[in-house]
């Protein structure tokens, strides 16, 4: 496993876990200059993705992935992750997603999320 791929796996996991345990936990990994789309809906820096994240109405969740993808970003340092899987929430069914992510250095010795984009997959 090169490098990169260490990284994103090792994001993906502390993402995800987060996601599981503390929805919005979430928000540490974004700044006022990131950017997500969740479902076609954009959300533009810290109060946006932060009320998007309160918006989530489930009570649990659980996430699998099934692939990952990872190329150099196009900063020093920066990494852009593609990722398929699988999600249940509140124990209902099952649906299929994808996500992407451009994570950036912070300038701080870490990386933040400064692109992700969520989709379910019908």
Not at 28 to 43: L, R
Not at 79 to 95: K, R, S
Not at 98 to 104: K, P, R, V
């Amino acid at each position: 496993m090169n490098p990169a791929q260490t990284i994103a796996q090792q994001f993906l996991q502390q993402y995800y876990q987060t996601l599981m345990t503390n929805k919005m936990g979430l928000i540490q990994f974004y700044t006022d200059a990131s950017h997500m789309t969740y479902g076609g809906q954009q959300h533009d820096g810290l109060k946006q993705i932060n009320e998007k994240l309160e918006s989530l109405a489930f009570q649990k969740i659980v996430y699998k992935i099934d692939d990952m993808d990872v190329q150099p970003g196009a900063l020093e340092n920066s990494l852009f992750i593609f990722v398929t899987g699988q999600l249940q929430m509140d124990e209902a069914e099952t649906y299929k997603f994808s996500q992407s992510f451009q994570i950036l250095p912070n300038g701080q010795g870490g990386l933040y999320v400064h692109n992700d984009i969520f989709r379910l997959v019908y």
